[in-house]
């Protein structure tokens, strides 16, 4: 299984186990992106994360040839769901360099699109793997 579905099979686990959107988030990012809860979140986000699922399976508009995607695109979500998704976007394009024409600055608009779905209630953790398989997977 690659990298792209593993993200998807964990937001399915963690929807049935999530006792909030924000806490489906939150957790999305430490187990996939390596940004823990509590207050050294910041640190993790600012160091990057880490890499807890490497690997590929991503749409090519999304995929910048490394096994971080999957990292980057939770990592992104857990800062969101904290910060908010215009900060967010803001921080990973001045502070991140993640041009929005970029592999990442896609990755990142999704990312932050996905947090403002879950927090609005467009989008239930429920369907967030099928929303992942749908906009971020595949080749």
């Known amino acids: 299984m690659d990298?792209?579905?593993?993200?998807?099979?964990?937001?399915?686990d963690l929807a049935r186990t999530a006792a909030s959107?924000?806490?489906?988030?939150?957790?999305?990012g430490e187990r996939v992106g390596g940004v823990r809860r509590g207050v050294f979140w910041a640190t993790d986000a600012a160091s990057g994360g880490s890499n807890r699922l490497r690997g590929?399976?991503?749409r090519p508009v999304v995929d910048d040839d490394?096994?971080?995607q999957a990292r980057h695109f939770a990592g992104i979500v857990a800062v969101a769901a904290r910060l908010g998704p215009?900060?967010?976007?803001?921080l990973s394009i001045h502070v991140g360099r993640d041009a929005p024409e970029s592999a990442d600055g896609r990755l990142?608009?999704?990312?932050?699109g996905f947090?403002?779905?879950i927090r609005s209630g467009q989008l239930e953790p429920a369907d967030a793997a099928e929303?992942?398989?749908?906009?971020l997977c595949g080749r």
């Open 115 to 117: 947090v403002a779905r």
């Open 3 to 12: 990298a792209c579905s593993q993200l998807a099979e964990t937001a399915s």
């Open 86 to 90: 215009g900060l967010t976007r803001w």
């Open 56 to 58: 590929r399976g991503f």
């Open 108 to 112: 990142t608009d999704l990312a932050v």
């Open 21 to 28: 959107p924000r806490h489906f988030l939150i957790e999305l």
């Open 131 to 135: 929303w992942i398989r749908g906009n």
């Open 66 to 68: 490394t096994d971080g």
